[in-house]
């Protein structure tokens, strides 16, 4: 297994557009997290999947963005009429529930948004 | 999720040990203490997580004082690859909480060679 993947890793959108971010995590693992990373700060909390529930969203995630993780593997994040302040990195995470793996997150390499 | 409080930046040098400091004093019984790092360009990493031993592994160890206020995460030999963001995380595990992690801003090592 090569790790969480994300695609695509670059996005350059206008303002008012809208994009969508895949993630696929470890393949055993039924945990997936969605975090966003602005200039200078640590990774943020977005949401969070167990198989193909949604299990908590954050305030950050307003109603533009949405979250699917359908066949309890891969995810997609959508952000609907993008905004200059969604500018950030994306990450998303993976682990799996089952103590004592679960302590432990997997992190891919973000997608990058720059909205103009 | 408690809070915990990091220096900003940490310089060292190649081959010599690091000792990076965590203060973490409002800590309850369950909280877990986790370090992830994030090299340049890349995704947070995991780098180790205790609860009241001390713990080594690998890539590091993890020293926690007696009363869990405070914790070190200790490199034993820096190299030019572990220059990098390291957050220190408090992760309580009770319930339906026991899930995401809360990272601060982190403190920024640099490794001189």
């Known amino acids: 297994d090569t790790g969480v993947s994300q695609d695509p890793r670059h996005k350059i959108t206008k303002r008012g557009q809208n994009v969508t971010f895949r993630c696929d995590p470890i393949?055993?693992?039924?945990?997936l997290y969605w975090y966003r990373q602005t200039l200078g700060q640590g990774p943020e909390f977005l949401t969070y999947?167990?198989?193909?529930?949604?299990?908590?969203k954050s305030r950050l995630l307003s109603d533009r963005f949405s979250a699917e993780r359908p066949k309890g593997s891969f995810s997609t994040l959508e952000i609907q009429r993008t905004e200059q302040g969604d500018s950030a990195m994306y990450l998303c995470a993976s682990s799996p529930s089952i103590l004592p793996s679960s302590y432990e997150q997997y992190f891919g390499p973000g997608t990058r948004l720059t909205v103009t | 999720d408690a809070k915990t409080t990091q220096p900003n930046s940490m310089e060292s040098n190649e081959e010599e040990p690091v000792h990076l400091p965590c203060n973490h004093s409002?800590?309850?019984?369950?909280?877990?203490i986790h370090w992830y790092r994030q090299l340049p360009s890349q995704g947070p990493e995991y780098v180790i997580h205790?609860?009241?031993s001390n713990v080594n592994n690998r890539m590091a160890s993890l020293a926690i004082a007696e009363d869990r206020k405070s914790s070190t995460l200790i490199l034993h030999r820096a190299t030019l690859r572990d220059a990098a963001v390291y957050y220190c995380?408090?992760?309580?595990?009770?319930?339906?909480?026991?899930?995401?992690?809360?990272f601060g801003k982190g403190t920024l090592l640099t490794v001189n060679p």
């Open positions: 393949s055993e693992h039924n945990r």
């Open positions: 205790g609860l009241t």
């Open positions: 999947f167990q198989n193909e529930a949604q299990l908590e």
């Open positions: 995380i408090l992760r309580d595990v009770r319930g339906g909480s026991n899930y995401k992690l809360t």
């Open positions: 409002t800590i309850s019984g369950t909280d877990y």
